[in-house]
C-alpha cells in the first residue's frame, strides 16, 4: 500500500506548479483505488448494489458533460433585451419603495438587509427553516410568499423582490459562460444527494450553469443539433404513483392508475358529489370551485402532494394560500382522523360554505369524558398507516432502505416532526430517482448506435436528441427503455412515460406517432 504523502512533502520537492499538481492528483487517485479495495469487500449487499450502480451511471453522466447543449445565440439575444428592461423598471421601484418606508436603499440580494427591514423595520413575523437540523430566520421564497398571502404592508417588498431574483436568475442563465464550441455545459453529481437523485453545477471548466434549474422561459435558447430533434421524455405522476405501491393503500393505487389521478382522488375524498361514469363529467365536476380559486381538483393536486409526505395543515394551507380549518378538512376526509365537534360547529358558523357538515355526517360520534369527538375513517387510510410504519421503522434502526436497497442513515432527532417529513418523503423520491437513472442508462447503452443521445436529466425526466428521420422508430424504444417495472410490497409497479418533441427545449409538443 502507498505510503500517504503529505502537502508539506510535496511543496518540498523541486517541482513547478504543475508538476506538483500531478503529483497530488496522482496520489489522490492512487490512495483512494486502494481504500476502495479493502472497504468493497466489507460492504452489505444493499450497499455493494448502490455503489455498482451508481459507478455504472458516470458513464451517461459524463457523456452528457462532454457533448453540452447548444446555444441558439439569436434566441438569447432576443430574450435578454426585454428582461434587462424589466429588471431595471424593478429596481427603481423597490428603491422608491425602500426610501419611502425605511428612508433609505435596499439591495434585494442582502440577507441582514431584508431580515433588517422585514423582521425589525416593519415588525413582521420571523419566518423559519429549518437547515441541517436547526432553525433559521429565512427570507426565501416561501417565506416572502408567506408574508404576501398573510401581511399586506408586505406586499410591495415581497412581490418585487422575488420578481428581481427571478430576472436575476434569468439573466445570470444567459450570461453563463459558452465553451469554445459554443456549447453550455454542466457537471451531473451522480452520487452526493440524500435521495440518489443527481444534481447539476457548473462544468469541470468552470462554465456552463446548473442546467437542472432551468426556467421554461430560459430553455428556448437550448436547440437540437443539425438534422436532429429534442425529445423530452418523463415518467408520468412520479411520486404518487410511488406513494401508492410503498404504503399499499389500494384506494390511491386504484387512484394513481386511473385516467386521471386527481380527479379520482376528489372521487374518493368527496363521495356524495354526484360522480357519475363518465370521466369527461367528472373532470368537469372536479374543476367546480372548492375555495377560493382553487377547485376540488386543485386542493387534491396541491394539498394532496404535502399530505402524503406528512406534512401539516398548518403546512399545507400556507402552500395552497386555503384557511387551515380547511386543510384540517381536507386531510380528515384524505387519510382519516379525530377532531372534537366543537371544532367543526365552530368553523361551519365560520364560513357555511365549507362544507364542514358532511365531516359530521360521514363521522362517527365518540364520547369522551369532556366532549364529543367525530372520527373520520378517510379515503387513503393505508397511507397514514405508512407514515407510521416509516416513523417507526426510522425509530428502531435509524435508516430506511428503499426497493432499489438504497439505504440511508439518519442523524438527526429522530422524533422530530421535520426528520419524520423527511424520511417519509425520502422513500418515493429516491425509489423514483433511481428509477430515472435506470431509464436513462438504458436509453444511453441500448439506443447510442441508432442515434439517439442524451443531453440532460431534470428530475424526473430525460432530455435528448436523435434523427429528425428515425423520430417515430426512436420515441417507442426510449419510452420502453424508461418503463421498467419494479417490486414494491408485493405488487409490480410501472411507472408510465411520455415524451415530447420539437426544435428547441423550450418549443415541445406531445409526441404522436404518424399514421
Same mark, same amino acid.
Given at each position: ?93 423597490? &428603491? ?19 431580515? &433588517? ?225 366543537? &371544532? ?23 364520547? &369522551? ?147
Amino acid at each position: 500500500m502507498a505510503r500517504i504523502i503529505k502537502n508539506t512533502e510535496i511543496n518540498k520537492l523541486t517541482l513547478n506548479d504543475e508538476q506538483k499538481l500531478w503529483v497530488y492528483c496522482g496520489l489522490d487517485c492512487t490512495i483512494t483505488s486502494e481504500v476502495l479495495g479493502n472497504l468493497y469487500p466489507q460492504l452489505d449487499n444493499n450497499t455493494k448494489s448502490t455503489y455498482d450502480f451508481e459507478r455504472a451511471s458516470l458513464g451517461p453522466a459524463i457523456s452528457m458533460v462532454l457533448r453540452g447543449l447548444r446555444v441558439d445565440e439569436r434566441a438569447v439575444t432576443i430574450i435578454r433585451a426585454p428582461l434587462q428592461k424589466k429588471r431595471l423598471q424593478l429596481a427603481r421601484m423597490l &428603491s422608491l419603495f425602500a426610501n419611502a418606508v425605511w428612508d433609505k436603499d435596499l439591495n434585494h440580494n442582502s440577507q441582514p438587509q431584508l431580515k &433588517s427591514l422585514l423582521y425589525d423595520y416593519l415588525i413582521l413575523p420571523e419566518q423559519i427553516k429549518y437547515d441541517k437540523g436547526k432553525q433559521k430566520v429565512s427570507t426565501d421564497l416561501e417565506a416572502l410568499e408567506h408574508l404576501i398571502n398573510e401581511y399586506p404592508r408586505a406586499r410591495p417588498f415581497c412581490k418585487t423582490i422575488i420578481a428581481l431574483r427571478d430576472i436575476d436568475k434569468q439573466l445570470s442563465v444567459l450570461a453563463s459562460e459558452r465553451d469554445d464550441d459554443g456549447r453550455m455545459r454542466c457537471s451531473y453529481h451522480v452520487s452526493g444527494t440524500q435521495t440518489g437523485r443527481w444534481s447539476s453545477s457548473k462544468s469541470p471548466w468552470k462554465t456552463g450553469t446548473n442546467l437542472q434549474n432551468i426556467t421554461k422561459d430560459m430553455r428556448a435558447i437550448f436547440i437540437p443539433d443539425r438534422g436532429r430533434t429534442m425529445f423530452y421524455a418523463d415518467l408520468q405522476a412520479a411520486e404518487s404513483r410511488a406513494t401508492a405501491y410503498l404504503s399499499g393503500d389500494e384506494n390511491y393505487i386504484h387512484a394513481v392508475e386511473s385516467s386521471d389521478l386527481h380527479t379520482e382522488v376528489a372521487k374518493m375524498v368527496w363521495p356524495n358529489m354526484g360522480w357519475t361514469e363518465d370521466n369527461a363529467q367528472n373532470r368537469q365536476l372536479a374543476e367546480t370551485p372548492y375555495y377560493g380559486n382553487f377547485s376540488y381538483r386543485d386542493v387534491c393536486k396541491r394539498a394532496g402532494h404535502g399530505t402524503n409526505y406528512g406534512a401539516s395543515a398548518n403546512t399545507v394551507a400556507r402552500h395552497t394560500k386555503i384557511k387551515v380549518a380547511h386543510a384540517t378538512r381536507f386531510q380528515l376526509l384524505y387519510f382519516g382522523g379525530i377532531i372534537p365537534l366543537a &371544532s367543526l360547529e365552530r368553523w361551519y358558523k365560520q364560513d357555511k360554505k365549507g362544507g364542514f357538515d358532511e365531516l359530521i355526517e360521514l363521522g362517527e360520534k365518540l364520547d &369522551s369524558s369532556t366532549q364529543v369527538l367525530i372520527r373520520v375513517t378517510g379515503a387513503f387510510p393505508g397511507i397514514r398507516s405508512w407514515h407510521s410504519e416509516v416513523i417507526k421503522e426510522l425509530q428502531s434502526t435509524g435508516n430506511l432502505i428503499t426497493p432499489f436497497g438504497r439505504r440511508r442513515q439518519f442523524w438527526g432527532r429522530l422524533d422530530d416532526e421535520h426528520y419524520a417529513r423527511k424520511a417519509i418523503a425520502y422513500l418515493p423520491q429516491s425509489t423514483i430517482g433511481d428509477l430515472l437513472n435506470k431509464g436513462l442508462y438504458r436509453v444511453w447503452s441500448e439506443l447510442f448506435q441508432e442515434g439517439v443521445e442524451i443531453l440532460g436529466q431534470v428530475h424526473d425526466a430525460v432530455l435528448g436528441q436523435c434523427p429528425t428521420n428515425k423520430i417515430d422508430e426512436l420515441i417507442p424504444k426510449i419510452i420502453k427503455c424508461l418503463e421498467n417495472p419494479i417490486e414494491v410490497r408485493g405488487k409490480t409497479m410501472v411507472i408510465p412515460s411520455d415524451a415530447e418533441v420539437g426544435d428547441s427545449w423550450k418549443n415541445l409538443k406531445k409526441w404522436v406517432p404518424h399514421a
